[in-house]
């Protein structure tokens, strides 16, 4: 069995909802704003990253950088840089708490 199952989806996670959200059509709200579905996706990659913790524990940021790295090369340099910050930020006040 695939011992790292949750990490490898975890890392594969991040690039493919990058790559997402620079295709995805938008839906105007009646505020004014944008909303993409694909942001539902980024509670799963939370959720997977959470049971990828417990695989590797805080060895988390491997598969961050990684999978931010990926993102690069497939999403908008804008759309990879603003979710690899949001996403450090996350690990780094989890791995505060």
């Known amino acids: 069995m695939f011992r790292l199952k949750f990490t490898f989806l975890y890392l594969l996670l991040i690039p493919l909802v ?3 959200f620079s295709w995805t059509p938008l839906f105007t709200l009646p505020d004014g704003g944008s909303w993409s579905p694909f942001s539902l996706v980024v509670g ?4 997977c990253r959470d049971f990828a913790q417990r695989e590797i524990g805080h060895y988390i940021f491997v598969p961050l950088v990684i999978g931010v790295a990926i993102s690069f090369a497939m999403a908008p340099p804008q759309i990879a840089f603003a979710s690899g910050l949001a996403f450090l930020v996350s690990e780094a006040v989890d791995w505060a708490m």
Do not use: G, R
Request: net charge neutral.
């Open 44 to 47: 799963l990659i939370l959720v």
């Open 18 to 20: 990058n790559w997402a």
